[in-house]
């Protein structure tokens, strides 16, 4: 079946500081990869998105390139801001029975504080 | 522009009753989802439909019903509520295919007791 192996955290940050979060995935047939976050008490938002090899999703100094050879997707962001602090899953997104409908499949999220 | 409205935010119900909660969306997206989230385990799907009069079962469906008569609303129905069903659940929507991407709605807060 499908899975997603994200980094462990809670990671903790000071402001500035360079974020990485890990992200390896398997799935059957070839995914579409997304990045969602969840601000405390709210629901997922749609923070950047890849649906092909080599193809690089961007957002708010977010970006993830989408490596099929590695299976992997990491996220990464070069300075972070207090208002970063959330709880961001890695998902990858598969047709469910030959259908075009596509079942996104979740870890169990890494949460990311960011301190003054 | 709405997006996804989900109805009520919070619920807390005895063993054993029923309860409807509500999902609708403004955006005319064919696709519409229900998932649970649980402490631990991420976002696990409940139901899906990928059109009016069209549902389909996730991978936790068990005392839970839909249904989808309209493009706009998908409301999911707890028959017999129990404990095992308290979590925090999302109602997602998307145009037809897997590279959009879901909106999802802001949550409903429910508590079996």
């Known amino acids: 079946g499908n899975s997603v192996t994200q980094m462990e955290g809670p990671v903790t940050l000071s402001e500035e500081a360079f974020l990485t979060i890990n992200c390896t995935y398997t799935?059957?047939?070839?995914?579409?990869l997304f990045w969602y976050v969840q601000y405390p008490g709210e629901g997922l938002q749609l923070l950047l998105k890849?649906?092909?090899?080599?193809d690089k999703g961007s957002n708010k100094g977010f970006e993830a390139t989408y490596r099929k050879e590695t299976t992997s997707f990491h996220l990464e962001k070069g300075s972070v801001q207090v208002s970063d602090s959330a709880v961001y899953f890695c998902a990858p997104a598969v047709g469910v029975g030959g259908t075009s409908y596509g079942k996104l499949t979740f870890g169990q999220g890494t949460i990311l504080t960011v301190h003054p | 522009n709405a997006g996804v409205t989900q109805t009520p935010k919070f619920q807390v119900l005895k063993t054993g009753q029923s309860m409807t909660l509500q999902c609708a969306q403004d955006m005319n997206h064919e696709y519409m989802s229900w998932y649970r989230q649980d402490p631990g385990m991420g976002l696990r799907l409940i139901h899906y439909s990928v059109g009016a009069g069209i549902t389909d079962q996730g991978e936790v469906p068990n005392g839970y019903n839909v249904s989808r008569s309209t493009t706009e609303d998908f409301p999911l129905r707890l028959l017999s509520a129990a404990p095992s069903q308290t979590s925090v659940y999302f109602c997602?929507?998307?145009?037809?295919?897997?590279?959009?991407?879901?909106?999802f709605g802001s949550g409903t807060r429910l508590t079996v007791v």
């Open positions: 799935a059957t047939g070839y995914p579409s």
């Open positions: 997602a929507s998307s145009p037809p295919g897997y590279s959009w991407g879901y909106t």
């Open positions: 890849a649906t092909k090899a080599d």
